[in-house]
């Protein structure tokens, strides 16, 4: 399992990567959204050109 300082860290650059939102705006997010947040990305990076499935699931 990753740690929790990491995961987060991997959460933000996943999402800022896609979205361009400030580390402000992801530090405020809960656990739970942030993740909600990965997981749609992920989906929409399947949909629009078969990227593997959510990086993040599963930690």
Do not use: K
């Not at 909600?36 to 399947?46: T, V």
Request: with cysteine; proline share 5%; charged share 20%.
């Amino acid at each position: 399992m990753a740690s929790p300082v990491a995961e987060l860290y991997g959460e933000m650059a996943f999402i800022a990567h896609h979205f361009h939102w400030s580390s402000e705006t992801l530090l405020t997010m809960e656990h739970g959204e942030r993740r909600r947040w990965c997981r749609e990305i992920s989906a929409i990076n399947r949909a629009q050109n078969g990227a593997p499935d959510d990086p993040f699931a599963g930690l």
